[in-house]
C-alpha cells in the first residue's frame, strides 16, 4: 500500500484527468464495459469519448475524481436518477460510434440485458453509476469520500436520497 500524507479530497472531473480516469472507470463495471465494447480497447475508447461528449452516464459533467497527494485515486459518476436512462442512451450511441459495426449487435445485448434486475431506485435519489479507486489506493477512504460526496449533492440538489447498485459478487463494493 502506497504511503499519503493527505487525505483524499473530491473534486470535478477536468480534461487533462482522462488518461486516470478512464482506466479507473473501466475497471469499475467488472468486466461489463468490455462485454459491451468487445475488447478493453473499444471499451476504454468509448469512455474517453464519452467522457467528451456531452450527457451521457459517463460524460465530465457527471464525473467526480478523488485525489491524494495531488494524484487522481478515485472517480464516480454520479446524476440524479431521472437523467439516468436518457443517458444511458446516449452512451449507446456514443458506444456504437466507437466500435466496429459488426460488434453493435453484441453491445445492443449486453445494454438490454444490462438493465435492473433488481428494483429500480428512486426518481428522487442521486444515482452513482460508477465508483472505483485505482487498486493500489483500496482501503484509504478514497471510495468513502467519493460516496459522502454524492451524498452532499444530494442534498444540494435536494434528493431525498442516494442509489447505486453492484454485482452480487462483488465483495469490496457490498461491503462499501
Same mark, same amino acid.
Not at 458506444?95 to 428494483?119: E, H, M, N
Given at each position: 500500500?502506497?504511503?499519503?500524507?493527505?487525505?483524499?479530497?473530491?473534486?470535478?472531473?477536468l480534461?487533462?484527468?482522462?488518461?486516470?480516469?478512464?482506466?479507473?472507470?473501466?475497471?469499475?463495471?467488472?468486466?461489463?464495459?468490455?462485454?459491451? /465494447? &468487445?475488447? *478493453?480497447r473499444?471499451a %476504454?475508447?468509448?469512455?474517453?469519448?464519452?467522457?467528451?461528449?456531452?450527457?451521457? #452516464? +459517463?460524460?465530465?459533467?457527471?464525473?467526480w475524481?478523488?485525489?491524494?497527494?495531488?494524484?487522481?485515486?478515485?472517480?464516480?459518476?454520479a446524476?440524479p436518477?431521472?437523467?439516468?436512462?436518457?443517458?444511458?442512451?446516449?452512451?449507446?450511441?456514443?458506444?456504437?460510434?466507437?466500435?466496429p459495426?459488426w460488434?453493435?449487435?453484441g453491445?445492443?445485448?449486453?445494454?438490454? /440485458? &444490462?438493465g *435492473?434486475?433488481?428494483? %429500480?431506485?428512486?426518481?428522487?435519489?442521486?444515482?452513482?453509476?460508477?465508483?472505483a #479507486? +485505482?487498486?493500489q489506493?483500496?482501503?484509504?477512504?478514497?471510495?468513502s469520500?467519493?460516496?459522502?460526496?454524492?451524498?452532499?449533492?444530494?442534498r444540494?440538489?435536494?434528493?431525498?436520497?442516494v442509489?447505486?447498485?453492484?454485482?452480487?459478487?462483488?465483495?469490496p463494493?457490498?461491503?462499501?
Amino acid at each position: 500500500m502506497p504511503t499519503v500524507s493527505a487525505q483524499p479530497r473530491v473534486r470535478p472531473y477536468l480534461p487533462g484527468d482522462a488518461a486516470t480516469v478512464v482506466p479507473i472507470l473501466y475497471a469499475s463495471s467488472g468486466g461489463m464495459y468490455e462485454r459491451y /465494447a &468487445g475488447s *478493453r480497447r473499444l471499451a %476504454e475508447r468509448t469512455l474517453a469519448r464519452a467522457l467528451g461528449a456531452g450527457e451521457s #452516464t +459517463a460524460s465530465a459533467d457527471v464525473i467526480w475524481v478523488t485525489e491524494l497527494d495531488g494524484r487522481v485515486v478515485g472517480a464516480m459518476a454520479a446524476m440524479p436518477f431521472c437523467e439516468w436512462t436518457p443517458r444511458a442512451h446516449a452512451f449507446l450511441r456514443t458506444t456504437l460510434r466507437s466500435i466496429p459495426p459488426w460488434r453493435w449487435p453484441g453491445a445492443l445485448w449486453v445494454y438490454r /440485458a &444490462g438493465g *435492473r434486475p433488481g428494483a %429500480e431506485p428512486p426518481r428522487s435519489s442521486f444515482y452513482v453509476d460508477s465508483l472505483a #479507486t +485505482a487498486e493500489q489506493f483500496r482501503r484509504l477512504g478514497v471510495a468513502s469520500a467519493l460516496l459522502e460526496y454524492a451524498e452532499r449533492r444530494a442534498r444540494e440538489l435536494g434528493l431525498g436520497a442516494v442509489a447505486l447498485d453492484t454485482w452480487v459478487d462483488n465483495e469490496p463494493a457490498r461491503g462499501l
